[in-house]
């Protein structure tokens, strides 16, 4: 049975720490992409062939340099039940195609589950660091730390023209995704978001929602993150969203300002009755739990709800997914048992003797 503490809690530790422009940035995350030679692509590998990525990959004893970046766990998925499956999908430590599609798949999770290496996903190897706030430099230095460990022991699949070869044609170069999770409530509420997003994607960069590709952008929460993978260096691709994250980033600030000085008391009406119907609400549906947290959020930013805490937001903003909601009441629901779970959970966390 693997070690399952990763889906007993909400909120992993690594998001705990504190960082600039963390009201906005909720957290950066860099992905690398590898797969090692001579075996085809995990999506057209036999069993065999995944079974021997999965023994070459895992053999824990190899990557000894890990150990100087803390303690890690080996997790089978094929020993993971579906629930727990789907609960690390909503903490972000696995990817939907690793947890429903993968053959011999498995993920190896640092103790703060800063660090997921997946393997055999739509790729051999996949690295992924994640970081609280706006530290997407840090998250690549990491990530790149772990790639050289794992680049010493095996021989990826490398092409002097077109770089790392990878399953998706859209990742093939640096193999490199780089995204920050951006909680952007003003710049809809001022009706600028369509503008500033329609500029991100001018430069190279796309906008997702929180669980990646095919995902809904709710309860105003953006993944800004490249686009681009070849031809361009791997400098080149974080620099290119650190600078224009940094400007959005000053966007919404000005978009909240303004909404300050020109809607104070709009604001504050809107804010806190969301506050409210969070506190009271007998059912939530999911969408609404996200714009009411939203609201929340953003009043806690702007200093009219007190209280209550950021890490308070994040982790109702796992908890309240369906299989986090499951897993913790221990039975499966139907939409509307959820939705009246959902609001109960909320209810208790909001309640002051919780903080």
């Not at 997003?197 to 095919?214: D, K």
Request: hydrophobic share 40%.
């Amino acid at each position: 049975m693997p070690n399952l503490r990763f889906t007993e809690k909400a909120l992993s530790d690594w998001m705990l720490g504190n960082a600039n422009d963390s009201d906005i940035a909720i957290s950066s995350r860099v992905r690398v992409a590898r797969n090692l030679q001579h075996i085809p692509f995990p999506l057209l590998a036999t069993s065999e062939q995944s079974m021997e990525v999965l023994d070459r990959l895992s053999d824990m004893e190899k990557y000894d340099s890990l150990k100087s970046l803390g303690t890690f766990y080996m997790l089978p998925l094929d020993d993971i039940a579906p629930l727990d499956r789907k609960v690390l999908v909503e903490k972000h430590l696995i990817s939907p195609s690793l947890a429903n599609e993968s053959e011999h798949g498995a993920v190896i999770l640092s103790e703060d589950e800063s660090i997921s290496i997946m393997i055999n996903e739509e790729d051999h190897l996949r690295i992924q660091c994640l970081y609280p706030g706006f530290q997407v430099r840090e998250a690549w230095e990491k990530a790149t730390v772990i790639d050289d460990i794992f680049e010493a022991h095996i021989d990826y699949a490398f092409d002097d023209t077109r770089g790392y070869l990878t399953s998706c044609p859209t990742n093939v170069g640096t193999g490199l995704r780089a995204s920050v999770m951006m909680h952007l409530p003003a710049l809809v509420m001022t009706q600028q978001i369509n503008r500033i997003l329609s500029a991100v994607s001018q430069v190279g960069l796309t906008v997702r929602g929180i669980y990646g590709e095919g995902s809904e952008a709710v309860g105003n929460i953006f993944q800004i993150s490249n686009q681009i993978t070849l031809g361009q260096t791997e400098s080149e691709i974080i620099d290119n969203l650190h600078s224009v994250v940094l400007q959005i980033i000053e966007h919404e600030k000005n978009a909240r300002e303004r909404l300050l000085k020109e809607s104070k008391l709009r604001m504050t009406d809107r804010v806190r009755r969301s506050y409210g119907i969070l506190s009271y609400a007998e059912m939530l549906d999911s969408k609404e739990a996200a714009q009411r947290l939203s609201d929340v959020r953003l009043g806690m930013d702007l200093g009219i709800i007190e209280g209550t805490s950021t890490s308070v937001m994040n982790e109702l903003n796992v908890m309240t997914q369906p299989g986090f909601l499951q897993k913790t009441f221990g039975e499966a629901m139907n939409t509307e048992e959820r939705d009246v779970y959902r609001a109960k959970l909320i209810r208790e966390k909001l309640s002051p003797q919780q903080h």
